[in-house]
């Protein structure tokens, strides 16, 4: 994407912009890490066109959420030219959120999928219908909870 942000795409519908979770190399995942990725976004890419999005490799010392949120939103509007769908995946999450807050013009829907949420008060009903969020996806049952942001 621009900006230089590595993704992959896969699946079809209309576009949902995935935020994976940090990782120690800023690139596309390869063997058995592209593998456990591209399962876990299967059932998404059966509804959506997936765009799997990574961190800009060379990221300085000091950058914050608000600048990787800046990059996206950047790259997002540039490609895109218009609001799109977004889920955060662990820390991805939390870019989506800076991404939703920061530059709410690039973001039509927003989701977060978390293995770290808590299982009591008012978010349990939430992660006890794991996959029944915004996007509707039953088949993420069993896989990190995923929490209605009320969008």
Same mark, same amino acid.
């Given at each position: 994407?621009?900006?230089?942000?590595?993704?992959?795409?896969?699946?079809?519908?209309?576009?949902?912009?995935?935020?994976?979770?940090?990782?120690?190399?800023?690139?596309?995942?390869?063997g058995?890490?592209?593998?456990?990725?591209?399962?876990?976004?299967?059932?998404?890419a059966?509804?959506?066109? +997936?765009?799997?999005?990574?961190?800009?490799?060379?990221?300085?010392?000091?950058?914050?959420?608000?600048?990787?949120?800046?990059?996206?939103?950047? %790259?997002?509007?540039?490609?895109?030219?218009?609001?799109?769908?977004?889920?955060?995946?662990?820390?991805?999450?939390?870019?989506?959120?800076? +991404? %939703?807050?920061?530059?709410?013009?690039?973001?039509?829907?927003?989701?977060?999928?978390?293995?770290?949420?808590?299982?009591?008060?008012?978010?349990?009903?939430?992660?006890?219908?794991?996959?029944?969020?915004?996007?509707?996806?039953?088949?993420?049952?069993?896989?990190?909870? +995923?929490?209605?942001?009320?969008?």
């Amino acid at each position: 994407l621009p900006g230089g942000l590595p993704y992959f795409r896969f699946g079809t519908g209309p576009r949902l912009v995935v935020l994976r979770g940090f990782t120690t190399t800023h690139d596309n995942p390869k063997g058995l890490q592209r593998t456990f990725e591209v399962k876990l976004l299967a059932p998404l890419a059966r509804r959506f066109d +997936v765009f799997a999005v990574n961190r800009a490799p060379g990221l300085s010392p000091g950058t914050t959420m608000a600048d990787i949120a800046r990059q996206h939103a950047a %790259a997002i509007r540039e490609a895109f030219g218009e609001p799109i769908d977004l889920l955060g995946i662990s820390s991805g999450g939390s870019i989506a959120l800076q +991404v %939703a807050a920061d530059h709410p013009d690039v973001v039509r829907r927003r989701e977060s999928a978390q293995d770290d949420e808590p299982r009591s008060g008012p978010e349990s009903e939430i992660g006890e219908t794991a996959g029944q969020g915004a996007f509707g996806d039953r088949e993420l049952a069993g896989h990190p909870s +995923v929490l209605r942001t009320g969008l």
